[in-house]
């Protein structure tokens, strides 16, 4: 169980705004966001087939126990490895032209009604991801996230060199929370957390209201031992669908059932709280 004064030390007491710090892998969408995108980098020449294989078979081990920090050091390595030497415009380019293909079917829809709940109450939603930048920032402009906060890697001459200059995993997720709640003037006592695995534990006890979702066994057992609410997402939703810009002849109408479609989420958000 985490130590409660751990946990309260963790925290960024003050009198500021409320936010709400969403993992995204398996949290927001079901899959590796980095490895979801093997297919196009491979059809763009950035790797082989042998690291597609690779990334299928670390995506299945993903899926089918989440992963622990051994994994996710080794995940590290194999990702900044593959990836250097690449065109730093060519990722940003390749992530642009495919983010709704790739990222559409993998949205869930719990998470998507959450993320409106909390619009709703004027909180701040920031996406914290150990994926990098140019992979996560895209997918959290499309979900509507005010912020996003993940690994950046080292570019020299506009080239990825396959260093790291900032890993957003872990307490690096705390440094990147604390950051931001300096400049937003967050109130971390006040704010939410949301994440699937227990390498997260740092972030949800940065937080005044931490909650797991789809969480791994440990993060599962630190849960109910805290008294943490345990939420399961499951359903695939259309973001592409939910983000459609309305038609001249449904302005009115789209206004008129703007409030209702938010409020929808927010008895969603209700009914999840108390499936625990």
């Known amino acids: 169980m985490l130590d409660s004064v751990t946990a309260e030390a963790n925290r960024q007491p003050g009198n500021g705004r409320v936010a709400a710090f969403f993992d995204l892998d398996k949290t927001i969408i079901a899959k590796s966001s980095t490895l979801a995108f093997s297919k196009p980098f ?22 089918l126990a989440g992963a622990d920090h051994d994994q996710m050091e080794r995940m590290r390595t194999h990702l900044t490895n593959m990836c250097a030497g690449w065109d730093v415009e060519q990722v940003r380019a390749v992530v642009a032209e495919t983010l709704h293909d790739i990222v559409d079917p993998l949205v869930f829809a719990e998470a998507a009604d959450l993320i409106a709940d909390h619009k709703l109450r004027g909180h701040d939603v920031i996406v914290v991801s150990a ?5 996560v920032t895209p997918i959290a402009d499309a979900l509507g996230a005010d912020h996003a906060a993940a690994t ?3 570019v020299k001459d506009g080239r990825f060199t396959g260093e790291v200059d900032f890993y957003c995993y872990g307490e690096g997720k705390v440094d990147a929370i604390r950051e931001l709640a300096r400049r937003e003037n967050y109130d971390l006592d006040r704010s939410f957390a949301y994440s699937d695995s227990v390498t997260d534990l740092p972030m949800l006890a940065a937080v005044g209201h931490p909650t797991a979702v789809n969480p791994d066994r440990a993060l599962r057992k630190e849960a109910a031992g805290n008294g943490w609410p345990i939420l ?34 927010a008895l969603t958000y209700g009914l999840l709280r108390r499936r625990r």
């Open 232 to 265: 399961t997402f499951s359903n695939p939703v259309s973001l592409r669908a939910r983000l459609q810009p309305p038609s001249r002849t449904t302005v009115a109408t789209t206004a008129a059932l703007s409030f209702g479609a938010l409020a929808a989420g």
């Open 42 to 63: 491979f059809d763009q020449g950035l790797i082989n087939r042998r690291s597609v294989l690779k990334s299928s078979y670390a995506q299945f081990l993903f899926l």
């Open 152 to 154: 950046r890697m080292e």
């Open 131 to 135: 994926s990098g930048e140019e992979v």
